[in-house]
T-cell receptor, first 115, second 112 residues
Framework: DTGVSQNPRHKITKRGQNVTFRCDPISEHNRLYWYRQTLGQGPEFLTYFQNEAQLEKSRLLSDRFSAERPKGSFSTLEIQRTEQGDSAMYLC?????????????FGDGTRLSIL | KQEVTQIPAALSVPEGENLVLNCSFTDSAIYNLQWFRQDPGKGLTSLLLIQSSQREQTSGRLNASLDKSSGRSTLYIAASQPGDSATYLCAGTQTGANNLFFGTGTRLTVIP
């Protein structure tokens, strides 16, 4: 079990640039989640995939954000025209399907800093 | 919207003490609940999961309980160690949803 892997670990970019993050879930997990965590706060839900289907999106996911999970394996989260307020830790989690008995397992996140 | 409160926000204890962390939800219709720890600059490590039909879970020195009628959960840590120093987050799901609602965490420092 290699755990949830996220790349890059850190991303520094100028305001207005586009950024893309990648998440590789635990290999047999068919559910994948993206969360955003700002300093001193708990993570907030962004979006959720079951296999390749994006089933839920939070109102936090503005039209500048897009997430994909082609082939139901890894996922990417893209932010277009980045703004100062996008600075945060972006966390990915995965789980097995199985009602309430399957915990979500998190990666170490991608820390985004907007200059 | 579900709001999750964790009390205290920060806690400092001498090594060896037993301690209790608290978590409460504004909407008590919680389906399941997870407790996590987060080390600085890192992701979340799952500690315990209380399933919808359960009231508590134990793992080693950790015990978590959930009272659905009040929407409250506690995490009990026995015989605390310096390695327990971290931020502890509780998070729950609601029936029909898969995403976790998180509290803001309790930052624990165990002093050797």
């Amino acid at each position: 079990d290699t755990g949830v892997s996220q790349n890059p670990r850190h991303k520094i970019t100028k305001r207005g640039q586009n950024v893309t993050f990648r998440c590789d879930p635990i290999s047999e997990h068919n559910r994948l989640y993206w969360y955003r965590q700002t300093l001193g706060q708990g993570p907030e839900f962004l979006t959720y995939f079951q296999n390749e289907a994006q089933l839920e999106k939070s109102r936090l996911l503005s039209d500048r954000f897009s997430a994909e999970r082609p082939k139901g394996s890894f996922s990417t989260l893209e932010i277009q025209r980045t703004e100062q307020g996008d600075s945060a830790m972006y966390l990915c989690a995965s789980s097995l399907e199985g009602g309430d008995s399957q915990p979500q397992h998190f990666g170490d996140g991608t820390r985004l800093s907007i200059l | 919207k579900q709001e999750v409160t964790q009390i205290p926000a920060a806690l400092s204890v001498p090594e060896g003490e037993n301690l209790v962390l608290n978590c409460s939800f504004t909407d008590s219709a919680i389906y399941n609940l997870q407790w996590f720890r987060q080390d600085p600059g890192k992701g979340l490590t799952s500690l315990l999961l209380i399933q919808s039909s359960q009231r508590e879970q134990t793992s080693g020195r950790l015990n978590a309980s959930l009272d659905k009628s009040s929407g409250r959960s506690t995490l009990y840590i026995a015989a605390s160690q310096p390695g327990d120093s971290a931020t502890y987050l509780c998070a729950g799901t609601q029936t029909g949803a898969n995403n976790l609602f998180f509290g803001t965490g309790t930052r624990l420092t165990v002093i050797p």
